[in-house]
């Protein structure tokens, strides 16, 4: 994730980067592509703007 020119994830950061990822992974395999955005972020328990930003 990060290269020579960008700084590593904060652990936090980190933490929801990968919990956004298993949820998404989740959300797609149970309402298919078109699952919400909105709909994953709730999932994940992170607001959509920390959805977005990862």
């Given at each position: ?16 980067a ?13 309402l ?10 709730r999932?994940a328990d ?9």
């Amino acid at each position: 994730m990060a290269t020579d020119t960008e700084r590593p994830l904060r652990a936090d950061a980190a933490r929801n980067a990968q919990r956004i990822l298993r949820t998404a992974r989740a959300a797609f395999a149970d309402l298919g592509p078109d699952a919400p955005l909105e709909e994953i972020a709730r999932r994940a328990d992170v607001r959509i703007r920390t959805l977005y930003n990862h």
